[in-house]
């Protein structure tokens, strides 16, 4: 029998996935059930990420959805999905990254699934969000914190 092979590069475990926040707003209730108008969805985001421990990092991600007729807001809900993640072998340089790319990859399955449900437990139909290229975001946030620092230089 094969002694079980203990990892000798970096490794990236996850400890524990919760949800930090969540908030539901329907003010419009019980007429807000009659319209027949389609809602405007805005969707907004946000992560962050920190060291807790010596190699245990949270990362949180924060997804807001509002749905508006007009001027009147429909339902207003905002969840915080976070995560406690152990990350070994890494060094302290790369680290940002894999909190601002991959961590959020592994919450926002979770946090699509509490949305989704508020808003169902809100009484309307759920909103299902589109998958999130967080690579592509974290690269515009690395462009536009670099472009101050371009200009200042400049």
């Known amino acids: 029998m094969a002694e079980p092979q203990i990892p000798t590069?970096?490794?990236?475990?996850?400890?524990?996935?919760?949800v930090?926040?969540?908030s539901l707003e329907n003010p419009g209730a019980p007429q807000s059930f009659t319209t027949q108008e389609s809602p405007q969805v805005e969707v907004s985001l946000r992560s962050r990420g920190e060291q807790i421990d010596e190699g245990v990092f949270?990362?949180?991600?924060?997804?807001?959805?509002?749905?508006?007729t007009g001027d009147k807001t429909l339902f207003l809900v905002e969840a915080a999905q976070a995560g406690i993640f152990r990350i070994n072998g890494v060094p302290l340089s790369d680290i940002q990254p894999i909190l601002g790319i991959h961590c959020p990859n592994v919450l926002f399955p979770y946090i699509?699934?509490?949305?989704?449900?508020?808003?169902?437990?809100?009484?309307?139909?759920?909103?299902?969000?589109?998958?999130?290229?967080?690579?592509?975001?974290?690269?515009?946030?690395l462009a536009s914190m670099q472009q101050p620092q371009v200009a200042a230089q400049g």
């Open 20 to 22: 930090k926040d969540l």
């Open 112 to 141: 699509r699934e509490t949305i989704a449900d508020a808003i169902m437990r809100a009484g309307f139909p759920p909103v299902h969000l589109d998958p999130i290229n967080f690579e592509v975001l974290y690269q515009q946030q």
């Open 9 to 18: 590069g970096p490794t990236l475990k996850i400890e524990k996935i919760y």
């Open 58 to 68: 949270e990362c949180v991600l924060i997804i807001t959805v509002t749905a508006k």
